[in-house]
């Protein structure tokens, strides 16, 4: 017997019709369902053991993908409460980018894994080089990017988000790696296609971009 045609049945039976209203089934509903298919199967046709069986797999496949999501909307539910708890705070996070925002510009970092000499390029959100600094020789400690807004002319530079890239070299004038995390300051949070973001003014960041919080 096929689950429409015992779906059917169950409608005969008003323990069970109880449940029709419903758009899913629980554990219970299930059992209704057994008990009112063998109730009213054709005793010259009974329910086979492997049907039986197999109605049981199909519930527990359903049982299971229902837990799962379950489990899934609780982790989305710490995440929410999670990133709310971080407006307000300073948090340091992968990326590139800094903020200036009311004539104030956002801290940016960066980290060497050997000593060299830094080159720091700023560009606008068009991609257009707009500074270059020349930021010296540096030690593998973090490093403060010094920016203060303004372009290679002297002119100072409208709000907006811009990113920033660092070169260094070593004394042999080999290439070294660097680290550029930046730290914002968590204004909001938003919810996208089930992703939550911190809102850092206008730019935006995961919970998993965060490598530490500064308070």
């Given at each position: 017997?096929?689950?429409?045609?015992?779906?059917?049945?169950?409608?005969?039976?008003?323990?069970?019709?109880?449940?029709?209203?419903?758009?899913?089934?629980?554990?219970?509903?299930?059992?209704?369902?057994?008990?009112?298919?063998?109730?009213?199967?054709?005793?010259?046709?009974?329910?086979?053991?492997?049907?039986?069986?197999?109605?049981?797999?199909?519930?527990?496949?359903?049982?299971?993908?229902?837990?799962?999501?379950?489990?899934?909307?609780?982790?989305?539910?710490?995440?929410?409460?999670?990133?709310?708890?971080?407006?307000?705070?300073?948090?340091?996070?992968?990326?590139?980018?800094?903020?200036?925002?009311?004539?104030?510009?956002?801290?940016?970092?960066?980290?060497?894994?050997?000593?060299?000499?830094?080159?720091?390029?700023?560009?606008?959100?068009?991609?257009?080089?707009?500074?270059?600094?020349?930021?010296g020789l540096k030690d593998t400690?973090?490093?403060?990017?010094?920016?203060?807004?303004?372009?290679?002319?002297?002119?100072?530079?409208?709000?907006g988000t811009y990113l920033f890239?660092?070169?260094?070299?070593?004394?042999?004038?080999?290439?070294?790696?660097?680290?550029?995390?930046?730290?914002?300051?968590?204004?909001?949070?938003?919810?996208?296609?089930?992703?939550?973001?911190?809102?850092?003014?206008?730019?935006?960041?995961?919970?998993?971009?965060?490598?530490?919080?500064?308070?």
């Open positions: 017997m096929s689950l429409s045609a015992l779906s059917s049945v169950v409608d005969q039976s008003q323990s069970v019709s109880q449940t029709s209203t419903k758009n899913t089934l629980t554990q219970q509903d299930f059992l209704n369902l057994l008990v009112a298919q063998m109730k009213n199967q054709d005793p010259l046709n009974p329910v086979d053991d492997n049907q039986m069986a197999a109605q049981m797999a199909q519930f527990a496949s359903l049982d299971a993908l229902n837990n799962i999501n379950t489990t899934l909307g609780n982790i989305a539910s710490m995440n929410n409460l999670q990133g709310i708890g971080l407006i307000g705070k300073k948090v340091e996070a992968t990326g590139n980018s800094l903020l200036i925002e009311n004539g104030n510009v956002s801290n940016g970092y960066y980290q060497l894994s050997n000593p060299g000499k830094v080159t720091i390029q700023i560009y606008d959100a068009q991609g257009q080089l707009v500074r270059t600094i020349d930021d400690s973090k490093q403060k990017i010094v920016w203060d807004g303004k372009n290679q002319q002297g002119a100072t530079l409208p709000d890239q660092v070169s260094a070299v070593d004394g042999n004038g080999q290439a070294i790696s660097v680290c550029s995390p930046s730290v914002d300051t968590v204004t909001g949070v938003s919810f996208e296609n089930g992703v939550v973001y911190l809102n850092c003014g206008s730019k935006k960041i995961t919970l998993s971009d965060i490598l530490s919080i500064q308070g």
